[in-house]
């Protein structure tokens, strides 16, 4: 088969964003080329869907710009966004290690550029060693996550969900200052209501709440938190958070006693 420039110049494309995935970092150059010469380039836009939930897992994707949003669905409609695939990283390294369905829906943020390796190619990946350990220790920390937020969910108003929630973006979007703690919003208000499991009017009664009683200010869709220490008590990460523990530390005493 001939191979062109335009091709060449394709794979040296592909290669570049590849070199940046967290799953693939490192690897030896041969099987990062093996990858960028079979894996084929898909953008998508704000809204588009790379698979459904249940549709057959017979490729991994590697998000090289832009973001993901793995999303699951209820009866009546409503949404809930359980992860986010920033840029470098693998939307599912599931199909690595099995062949079942995707067991979510995965949905485009904003225009994104994914590459796409089909399964016929996964041997040279699952060959390394190296590859299956990054794979196993991403969906471990996945699973951890899924925990956490299951606990949230299900056991927390959605005052403690919503601040738990934004200190745990505050903390992945930068290093706040001793003195500034703000955290940048997603773009709508129906995201974040989804990120944490609630209607967009409860949603919004929450802020105001916060925003009248001085606990929180906000410029556009920058969110600045003034009591850094009460909020955090709002997601029960603060000094509230001893009590539960205390009492759980009471009733093994008692139990041992």
Sequence with gaps: MCVTLEDNI??????????????????????LEHIARHSTELNLEEGDALFFKNDSSDFLAFV?????????YGPDG???????????????????????????????????????????HFPSLTADPAVIERA??????????AVESLETMCLH?????????????????TRPREDSFEVALPPTQSILAAMVNASRPKLNAQLQTWHRSGLVSRKRNILRINDIDQFRCKAYLGRDAEKPHARARSTAARHSA
């Design 10 to 31: 394709a794979v040296r494309r592909r290669r570049w964003g590849l070199d940046r995935c967290n799953l693939l970092r490192g690897l030896p150059a041969t099987l």
């Design 64 to 72: 090289i710009h832009g973001r993901i949003y793995k999303l699951l």
């Design 78 to 120: 409503q949404e809930l966004i359980v992860d986010t695939i920033e840029s470098g990283e693998t939307v599912d390294e599931t199909p690595l290690l099995d062949n079942h369905s995707h067991t979510f829906t995965a949905v485009a943020y904003s225009p994104t550029r994914v590459l796409l390796l089909s399964r016929r």
């Design 136 to 145: 196993h220790a991403s969906l471990c920390m996945r699973l951890r996550q």
């Design 157 to 173: 108003r959605l005052e403690s969900r919503l601040a738990r929630y934004l200190l745990s973006l505050m903390r992945s979007q």
